[in-house]
């Protein structure tokens, strides 16, 4: 008898511990959940992982839980770039973009102090720090590959590599201002074109606008990275015109940018702070605010898009010039605060029977490259880049045997990107050549590409 109580006793007591175990594992776990309940963990995520971004920024801070944005913004900061802005692309993800071109090969410096954080009081248990590469911008083109068009990127010794892989589907393209994805305008098995989506590197290939037998093409980036505009039209449009379109990336909202007879338009841009939207139709352009959607109505010369200055504060576009003696194309100025217009005819040092037109702005200060016609009997052209506020300018490149387009300048504005060709030669290849604004050098850096675009 005395053999059995302690044999009860002692399974007894090996059961009690047992619970006893089993409860403080059980109010242990509890602690955790509760403890995990209250923290919030982050992540810094881009195209390279964060070890680079572009020269504007681009990296995207991604919390576990939603974070408060007055709370983040006293914690966070940024050593090695003069200023930025914090850009909320939803409750979870907050994106950094430098106001002004960082410096390639710098570092930048993002530190994340612990404390509350999250929009319930959860807190970040732990500093976290992260040190950014700046990468130098790159130069994108479109290319022959197989029976269509890839996006490469050129080395410093023009030497191509190839970034899309969709079977020579790429009609066009454009890289988002950080430069951490591409837009693209690809063939279906509609006979129309979508918009896809790539990251920089050309991976996470992805559908963004479905358009089955629409064409959807022409994309343009917000300022902000956060909206594409774009044209939707019909295979029956002879000149690709449509309906203008704007997609909000983050938001997946798909909209009308205007109703204001935006039936043909092509060429849709954004004004670089935002406010504004231009697109052509025919030989009209339409100034569009946003969101007020109160239009301003330009006649071009020729149907080609103009330029917003870098303040955003005037449009300069191709209008028809016409006196006494002549009929010619001039650059006009359209003042955004009154509506006044002005010619840039006594900016550019030219007889009296040249055309100029084709205006692009510079993306940092008050200037624009022109192309100039000197001699209306002569087919070649010059570039020359015109101070906006001096009114003088400066020659950078005569070859009457070139014609000149898709001129795009770097972020920085220290390089001006343009595809040049040989008119009336049936086997000249295109080529890209590349002005370095300093030294006042030019180099071609490749051939056999076109629609050059900066990859920064």
């Known amino acids: 008898m005395v053999f059995l109580m302690k044999n009860l006793s002692s399974k007894t007591t090996i059961w009690l511990l047992i619970s006893v175990l089993f409860g403080m594992v059980i109010i242990a776990s509890g602690l955790i959940m509760f403890v995990l309940r209250l923290q919030v963990e982050v992540a810094c995520t881009n195209s390279d992982d964060c070890r680079q971004m572009g020269v504007m920024g681009g ?6 839980k939603p974070y408060d944005a007055k709370q983040f913004t006293a914690l966070v900061s940024v050593e090695g770039a003069d200023t930025g802005d914090w850009v909320i ?14 410096v390639p090969g710098s570092t930048v410096t993002f530190l994340l102090e ?6 319930s009081g959860e807190r970040l248990r732990r500093t976290q720090r992260w040190d950014i590469e ?13 029976a269509g068009y890839e996006v490469f ?3 410093e010794d023009g030497v191509s ?7 020579g589907k790429i009609q066009a393209f454009e890289p988002s201002p950080d430069g951490e994805q591409l837009a693209l305008a690809v063939e279906n098995d509609f006979g129309g074109v979508d918009l896809w989506l790539a990251t920089r590197n050309g991976s996470d290939l992805r559908v963004e606008v479905a358009c089955g037998e629409e064409r959807c093409h022409s994309p343009a980036w917000s300022p902000d990275g956060m909206v594409l505009v774009y044209v939707r039209s019909s295979n029956a449009s002879a000149d690709g ?6 997609k909000g990336l983050h938001r997946g909202t798909e909209q009308l940018a205007t109703e204001v007879q935006a039936d043909n338009a092509t060429q849709p841009r954004w004004s670089p702070d935002g406010q504004w939207i231009s697109y052509v139709v025919k030989d009209d352009i339409f100034l569009v605010e946003i969101p007020t959607l109160e239009t301003a109505q330009l006649t071009s010369s020729d149907g080609s898009e103009g330029c917003w200055t870098a303040d955003g504060s005037s449009y300069l576009y191709t209008a028809t010039l016409a006196d006494e003696l002549s009929i010619r194309n001039g650059v006009l100025r359209w003042n955004v605060e009154d509506g006044s217009l002005s010619c840039l005819c006594e900016a550019v040092s030219i007889e009296d029977f040249g055309n100029l037109d084709r205006p692009v702005c510079h993306p940092r200060e008050n200037l624009a490259v022109i192309r100039v016609q000197p001699n209306l009997r002569i087919s070649g052209y010059q570039l020359t880049l015109v101070d906006l506020t001096e009114l003088n300018d400066q020659l950078i490149v005569s070859d009457f045997t070139r014609i000149f387009s898709q001129l795009t300048w770097s972020p920085s504005g220290e390089q001006l990107l343009y595809q040049a060709f040989q008119p009336g030669s049936g086997d000249s290849e295109p080529e890209i050549w590349l002005w370095q604004r300093d030294s006042d050098e030019l180099q071609q850096v490749a051939s056999g590409f076109f629609s050059p675009r900066w990859l920064p």
């Open 161 to 167: 590599v190839s970034l899309t892989q969709t079977g």
């Open 134 to 146: 700046v990468r130098a911008p790159e130069i994108a083109v479109l290319g022959e590959s197989r």
């Open 241 to 246: 015109g449509g309906n203008v379109w704007m």
């Open 59 to 64: 990296v995207v801070f991604s919390f576990s």
């Open 153 to 155: 990127v050129l080395d």
């Open 114 to 119: 612990k404390g509350q954080l999250g929009s």
């Open 89 to 102: 692309e939803d409750q979870q993800n907050v994106r950094w973009l430098a106001s002004t071109p960082l």
